[in-house]
């Protein structure tokens, strides 16, 4: 079974940015699509960004220009690169595998099999 970790949450300022790890436990990592999302509080669990095994590439239209998603299968680790950070990012971030290709449906939550623990993401001066 997949297992996912994420890190590299923290405290950010307006402006700044965050990087943040999703490792994997298995090296058959490379076959499976991964999204990350983000839950703030009092709101639904929404879609942030997404990477295919053929490292196709989509986001929400929050952050694109701004997030950007990529991956190291090699090292079993998909990293989401957060400049330029807003309050409005300030979130809990999961990173979630999917075995099946669903670029365009990417967002929903319920296409994924295996989540991590989520990581803390704040934006404040």
């Known amino acids: 079974q997949l297992q996912l970790v994420e890190s590299g949450g923290g405290l950010a300022q307006p402006g700044g940015s965050l990087r943040l790890s999703c490792v994997a436990s298995?090296?058959?990592?490379?076959?499976?699509?991964i999204g990350w999302f983000r839950q703030a509080a009092g709101k639904d669990r929404e879609g942030v960004a997404y990477?295919?095994?053929?490292?196709?590439?989509m986001y929400t239209n929050s952050v694109k220009g701004r997030f950007t998603i990529s991956r190291d299968n090699g090292d079993h680790t998909v990293y989401l690169q957060m400049n330029n950070l807003k309050s409005e990012d300030t979130a809990v971030y999961y990173c979630?595998?999917?075995?099946?290709?669903?670029?365009?449906?990417?967002?929903?939550?319920?296409?994924?099999?295996?989540w991590g623990q989520g990581t803390q993401v704040t934006v404040a001066s």
């Open positions: 298995e090296f058959t990592f490379k076959y499976y699509n």
């Open positions: 990477i295919d095994e053929n490292r196709s590439t």
């Open positions: 979630a595998a999917t075995g099946a290709d669903y670029l365009n449906l990417w967002y929903k939550e319920e296409l994924y099999e295996y």
